[in-house]
């Protein structure tokens, strides 16, 4: 079946450092991928998408690039805020009603 | 305005007990779903409904059933609660041909005692 690694956290961070979180992820066929975030006390909000190889999605100065040939979907942010303390989600939907999720990675930023 | 709304936000009850937990979508999705979220974070489906007719139903307890008055909302009742019931739970809708993404609810902290 589909299934989705995350590096697991937690990643602690200063201000304005770079941020990476590695994701791969396993499935037959077309998928798409998504990273969602969690604030503290939050539910889940869509940070990004993408529906097919070689799609970049971005927001709020994060991006991730689906890659087919090394099936990964890392998630990167050039400077990151404190304000991004939160739990993020990479999860795969592979043309269904069914979300796979990965893992979780705790990122904290320090001030 | 809340897209996807639950009720309650907290809820602590003892061990035996039933409760039921709301939820309600105000964005004319056709597909609603529960997740459970354990205390390491970790997501998992329980149910999906599409249109109010059930979908998808993973590996849980009799003990919980889901209910679907209207496709707006999506409540989950839960008999004879137990101590490993304590977790937070997530509703979620979306739409299908919308390349599937999910829209999230607030969460709902049950606590079992």
């Known amino acids: 079946g589909d299934s989705v690694t995350q590096m697991e956290g937690p990643v602690t961070l200063s201000e304005e450092a770079f941020l990476t979180i590695n994701c791969t992820y396993t499935?037959?066929?077309?998928?798409?991928l998504f990273w969602y975030v969690q604030y503290p006390g939050e539910g889940l909000q869509l940070l990004l998408k993408a529906t097919k190889a070689d799609d970049k999605g971005s927001n709020k100065g994060f991006e991730a690039t689906y890659r087919k040939e090394t099936t990964s979907f890392h998630l990167e942010k050039g400077s990151v805020q404190v304000s991004d303390s939160a739990v993020y989600f990479c999860v795969l939907n592979n043309a269904g009603n069914m979300l796979t999720f990965g893992g979780g990675t705790r990122l904290m930023v320090k001030p | 305005d809340t897209a996807v709304s639950q009720t309650p936000k907290y809820l602590v009850t003892q061990m035996g007990n039933d409760k039921s937990i709301k939820c309600e979508q105000n964005l004319g999705h056709d597909t609603m779903y529960w997740y459970k979220q354990d205390s390491k974070k970790f997501l998992k489906i329980m149910f999906s409904y599409n249109n109010k007719e059930l979908i998808i139903n993973e590996t849980v307890p009799n003990r919980f059933s889901p209910k679907s008055p209207d496709k707006a909302h999506l409540n989950l009742h839960i008999n004879s609660l137990e101590l490993g019931d304590s977790a937070v739970y997530f509703c979620a809708s979306s739409q299908p041909g919308h390349s599937y993404e999910q829209y999230f609810g607030p969460g709902t902290r049950l606590t079992v005692t």
């Open positions: 499935a037959t066929g077309y998928p798409s």
